[in-house]
Every structure is written in C-alpha cells, then in structure tokens.
C-alpha cells in the first residue's frame, strides 16, 4: 500500500513562499496508473484541491491558485513538493498530499498544518 507524508514547516510569515515536500513509499510516482495532488482544507472550510502533477511530470493547477502555486517533483527520492508563493493568512490550511487514480484520490497523507502569521 502506498503511504504519503508530508512535511515542512508548520508556520510562514505573510508574503513569504510556503514550501511542503510529500514523500512517497510503496509506489512510484513515475507510474502512469496514478496522479499526485496537494489538496488543502482551511479551518471551518471545505476541501479545495491546488494542483496535479502527473507521472509524465506535467502539472495542472487550481485557476484560483495557477499564478502563486507551483508543483515538482525529485523521482530520485520519490518525492513531490509544492511551492504556494505570496501567502497571506487566508492560505492558512491544513495541507493534505494523495495519490489520485481516475481523477479520485485515494491514498492521502496525514496532513500537516502551515499556519501564515507574522
């Protein structure tokens, strides 16, 4: 089974760049039968998925996010970050990174929670 971790740091100051890496094991992130997503999930909020990077390593991005958010990957360490650039508190969130199949996630990280504050 595969399991996803994310990891960075939990605080960012307004205007700074938050960075996460998610580490995979148990799979490959160069599979061609999966996606890899960064999903993110304010507090009293619903979930809103950021972005996708496929194994091809090609990327696709929330139109709400696409100008501030970038996604890339290290095969060598199986391993995917994402970069959300600008932050302000509304992009406090608890981060969540998966793997997709058919456009559906379905194996998810624990989360980790990056709060934005000076």
């Known amino acids: 089974q595969v399991q996803l971790q994310e990891s960075g740091p939990g605080l960012v100051k307004p205007s700074q760049t938050l960075s996460l890496t998610c580490t995979v094991s148990g799979g490959s992130i160069t599979n061609s039968n999966y996606a890899w997503n960064w999903i993110r999930q304010p507090p009293g909020k619903g979930l809103e998925w950021m972005g996708v990077?496929?194994?091809?390593?090609?990327?696709d991005y929330s139109p709400s996010l696409k100008s501030r958010t970038s996604i890339s990957r290290d095969t060598s360490k199986n391993q995917f970050s994402l970069q959300l650039r600008s932050v302000t508190p509304e992009d406090t969130a608890v981060y969540y990174c998966?793997?997709?199949?058919?456009?559906?996630?379905?194996?998810w990280g624990q989360g980790t929670l990056v709060t934005v504050s000076s």
């Open positions: 990077i496929a194994a091809d390593g090609s990327t």
């Open positions: 998966t793997k997709q199949s058919y456009r559906v996630p379905v194996d």
